[in-house]
């Protein structure tokens, strides 16, 4: 195992997504899977008005893809769509080498800065927030 890409802090929110929470009557879900390494993550959503109120997951998939849903879970509650959209734009400046260096290393998308040298790995990191843009796509059709 690299001690780089699976630093303490990736195995520490990996951890944190290991344990199942799905949620029970949610306004959407959606499921994602990446062909090539057999990730699959599932986001179930229930929203009050514009914001996430409640999310839930299950994630079959490597640490890195793990920790990047407990990323989700801990920070979409109380988020909106645009909100959490900037959080996933984050993410791809950071695997991009875009992001510059002075940025917040308070964030928890910081986490994954060595994933950058790793192209190979980033898809796995994406994935969790593929099934969140899809399941706050399918909430936000939802007739209300």
Known sequence: MNDDLYHEAIMERADRAAIDHRLTDPDASATVDNPLCGDRVTLDIRLDGERVAEIGHRVRGCALCQAST??????????????????????????????????????????????????????????????????LRKAAARPR
């Open 70 to 135: 407990s990323v989700i879970v801990e920070t979409a509650p109380g988020a909106t769509a645009v909100e959490m959209a900037a959080a996933e734009a984050e993410l791809r400046a950071v695997l991009a080498e875009t992001a510059e260096e002075s940025a917040d290393l308070r964030s928890p998308l910081a986490i994954f800065r060595p994933v950058r040298a790793y192209k190979s790995r980033h898809d796995c990191v994406l994935l969790p927030f593929d099934a969140l843009s899809e399941v």
